[in-house]
C-alpha cells in the first residue's frame, strides 16, 4: 500500500471518514512525515505547506468576511516505527472569518516517534475559529506529542478548540496553549485524554482575558490507570472589567495513577471575575453502585462513567 | 407468595448501631410499604438488601425468591431481577437520558423508554438527547430515576423516597406510577416517611430505631404513625427502650 492509503487506513482508525477526501467542497491537506501527500483548497482558503527537513511549514490564511462551508480537514501522521515530525503553522485569520479545523493526528506504530506542532495564530474580530485535534496512537507508547500554541483573540470573536486522545497509548504528552482575548470575545478550550500504562500527561492551557467583557472557559477531562501520571494547569488571568472565567478540571485515578490539577486563577481588575473547580480520585462509588444497581458489572459500571466523563 | 424475607438482620456502621434485628416478609406483586422517620434506618435496610458496598449486615440472612443472596454482589441481585431507585440519584456527566435508562434493559426498546418518561410527566423529546447531569433539577433526576427503574421491569423495585424533591402536583402521577409499576408485575417495596403516601400500599411496616415496630393494613399503621410517631416520644436513635411493638 501507498503512504497515502495507509495514511488514510490509519485516518479511518481514529475515527475521521475517508469520504471527505473525495469531496471537491470540502478542504483538506494530508502530510505523512515531512511529505504533502494530499491537498484540496476551496474557495477563500489559502493553506500553503512548504516541505522542511523534519516536517511541514504551513501557513494558512482566511480572506476577509469569508465563511468557510464545511470543516476543513487535517490529517498528520508517521506510519514507521520511528520518525520525527515538526508542523509549524502560522495562521491568519481575518475579520469576519469563520472557518472550523479538524485534524487527525496517527501514529498507529510508533515505538520512537516525535511529533511536535508549534502554532501562531491571529484571529481578526467578529471572527470564528474552532480547532479540533483527535489522535490515534498505536499501542506501543513510544510517542512524544509536543503540542505548542500562541493565540490571539480580536474583538467580538469566538475561539473554541478540543483537543482528544482517547484512542491508544498515550506515550509522553506535553501539551502547551496560551492565548489572549480582546474585548467581547470568548475562548473556549477543552482537553479529553486516557492515560494508562506508564503514559505522562502534562498540559498547560492557558488563557489571558484582557479585553472588556471577555470570556473563558478551559476544561480538562483526564483519566489515568495503571502507573499513568497527569498534571494539568489550567491558568486564566482576568483584567479587563466585566472579563468572566471559569476553570472546570475532572480527572479520574484507577490503579497506580497519579494525577495533579493546578487550576491558577487570577483577577487583576475589580469588576473581573474567574472561578474554578477541581475533581480528582477515583471514579465515584455512588455512580457505579447505581449502574450496577441495573445489572452492571463494576468494570463495565467503570467503563461507563469514564466513557462519560471523556465524551 | 414472598419474594423477599428478611430473617433478623443486624447492621453496625462506625460502631453505632443502625439495624437491629429486622425482620421482613415482602409478598410478591404487592406494594409493601416501609414507614418511618428520618434516621430510623429506612435507607440503610434498602442499601442492605441491595448490596451495597459497605452495608453487609454482620448478623442474619436476606432471601429474594427463595434464594439466599446475603452474601451475593450489588450486580448479581441486580440481575437476579433486584433494583433500587435511590433517593438522591447520582449525576453522569456525558450520559444521556436515553443511555440512562436503557442501562437497565435487556434489550433496546425506544418506545418502552418513551412510555418510561410518559409515566413520570416527562416529554420524551425534550430529556431524551439531555445529560443525566447539572442541568437537570433534583426534581427531574429523580423522575428519571424511576423512569429507568420502570422499563428495567424488575422482580421487585426498592423505592427509596420517591416522593422527596417532587412537587405536590407531580406526586400524584408518582403514585400512578408506583401503581403501574406493581400492574406491570414489579413487587414494589416503598420506602417513605409520610403516611399518605404509604397508604397506597397493600401492606405497611413502621420502622423505628432500625427494626420494624408495626406492620398491617397501611391505613391502620399510618394512623398509627401520625398519632404516635410526629413528633417522636423517644427521640433517641438508637433507641433506649423497648418500642417494639410488633405482634
Not at chain 1, 495564530?121 to 506501543?140: K, M, S, T
Not at chain 1, 502547551?176 to 498540559?203: C, F, H, P, Q, R
Not at chain 2, 410478591?28 to 418511618?36: A, D, K, Q
Request: charged share 30%.
Amino acid at each position: 500500500m501507498q503512504d497515502y492509503e495507509l495514511m488514510l487506513d490509519a485516518y479511518v482508525k481514529a475515527g475521521g471518514l475517508p469520504e471527505i477526501f473525495r469531496d471537491s467542497n470540502i478542504a483538506h491537506l494530508v502530510i505523512h512525515e515531512n511529505k504533502v501527500i494530499g491537498k484540496k483548497l476551496v474557495k477563500g482558503l489559502i493553506l500553503e505547506p512548504k516541505e522542511t527537513v523534519s516536517g511541514v511549514d504551513i501557513n494558512l490564511k482566511i480572506e476577509r468576511n469569508i465563511k468557510i462551508e464545511n470543516a476543513v480537514h487535517l490529517c498528520f501522521g508517521v506510519l514507521p516505527k520511528e520518525g520525527v515530525q515538526e508542523i509549524n503553522i502560522k495562521a491568519k485569520i481575518e475579520d469576519g472569518v469563520g472557518i472550523k479545523l479538524l485534524a487527525h493526528c496517527v501514529f498507529p506504530n510508533a515505538v520512537k516517534v516525535i511529533h511536535r506542532m508549534q502554532a501562531e495564530i491571529e484571529v481578526g474580530d467578529n471572527a470564528y475559529y474552532e480547532y479540533n485535534e483527535v489522535h490515534f496512537h498505536g499501542e506501543n507508547g513510544g510517542i512524544e506529542v509536543i503540542p505548542k500554541a500562541r493565540i490571539k483573540l480580536g474583538r467580538n470573536s469566538h475561539l473554541v478548540t478540543n483537543f482528544s486522545l482517547l484512542k491508544g497509548r498515550v506515550g509522553v504528552f506535553d501539551l502547551d496553549y496560551d492565548t489572549e482575548v480582546l474585548d467581547n470575545s470568548s475562548l473556549d478550550m477543552t482537553a479529553k485524554i486516557y492515560g494508562y500504562a506508564d503514559d505522562k500527561i502534562k498540559i498547560r492551557e492557558a488563557g489571558k482575558l484582557i479585553g472588556r467583557a471577555s470570556r473563558g472557559l478551559i476544561k480538562s477531562r483526564i483519566a489515568v490507570k495503571d502507573n499513568a501520571i497527569s498534571e494539568i494547569i489550567n491558568e486564566l488571568t482576568a483584567s479587563a472589567p466585566e472579563a468572566r472565567g471559569h476553570v472546570d478540571c475532572v480527572e479520574i485515578i484507577q490503579g497506580n495513577a497519579q494525577a495533579k490539577a493546578i487550576p491558577i486563577v487570577n483577577a487583576t481588575h475589580e469588576f473581573a471575575k474567574v472561578t474554578h473547580e477541581a475533581a480528582i480520585g477515583r471514579v465515584d462509588k455512588k455512580q457505579v453502585e447505581t449502574l450496577m444497581s441495573r445489572g452492571l458489572e463494576e468494570e463495565e459500571a467503570i467503563n461507563i462513567v469514564i466513557s462519560g466523563v471523556l465524551k | 407468595m414472598e419474594i423477599l424475607r428478611i430473617d433478623k438482620i443486624s447492621l453496625n456502621l462506625g460502631g453505632r448501631q443502625i439495624l437491629k434485628d429486622l425482620s421482613l416478609c415482602v409478598k410478591e406483586g404487592t406494594i409493601h410499604s416501609i414507614l418511618g422517620s428520618n434516621a430510623a434506618g429506612k435507607s440503610s435496610l434498602a442499601y442492605v438488601i441491595m448490596g451495597c458496598c459497605d452495608y453487609l449486615p454482620q448478623e442474619g440472612r436476606i432471601y429474594f425468591r427463595g434464594e439466599d443472596i446475603t452474601s451475593f454482589p450489588l450486580s448479581k441481585r441486580a440481575k437476579m431481577g433486584l433494583t433500587l431507585a435511590w433517593q438522591e440519584p447520582a449525576r453522569f456527566e456525558g450520559l444521556t437520558v436515553r443511555d440512562y435508562i436503557e442501562v437497565g434493559m435487556k434489550k433496546k426498546d425506544d418506545a418502552l423508554i418513551k412510555q418510561a418518561l410518559h409515566e413520570v410527566l416527562l416529554e420524551p423529546k425534550d430529556y431524551l438527547d439531555r445529560e443525566v447531569g447539572k442541568s437537570l433539577s433534583g426534581g427531574e433526576r429523580k423522575r428519571i430515576e424511576l423512569a429507568a427503574v420502570f422499563a428495567m421491569k424488575p422482580k421487585l423495585a426498592i423505592l427509596d423516597e420517591p416522593d422527596s424533591g417532587i412537587d405536590i402536583l407531580a406526586l400524584d402521577n408518582i403514585i400512578k406510577m408506583i401503581k403501574a409499576l406493581k400492574k406491570q408485575g414489579t413487587t414494589v417495596l416503598l420506602i417513605t416517611h409520610r403516611e399518605e403516601v404509604s397508604e397506597i400500599a397493600d401492606i405497611t411496616s413502621l420502622m423505628c430505631s432500625g427494626t420494624i415496630v408495626n406492620e398491617g393494613k397501611s391505613r391502620e399503621v399510618g394512623k398509627y404513625f401520625k398519632e404516635k410517631c410526629i413528633p417522636c416520644p423517644t427521640k433517641v436513635f438508637p433507641s433506649q427502650k423497648d418500642i417494639r411493638i410488633k405482634e
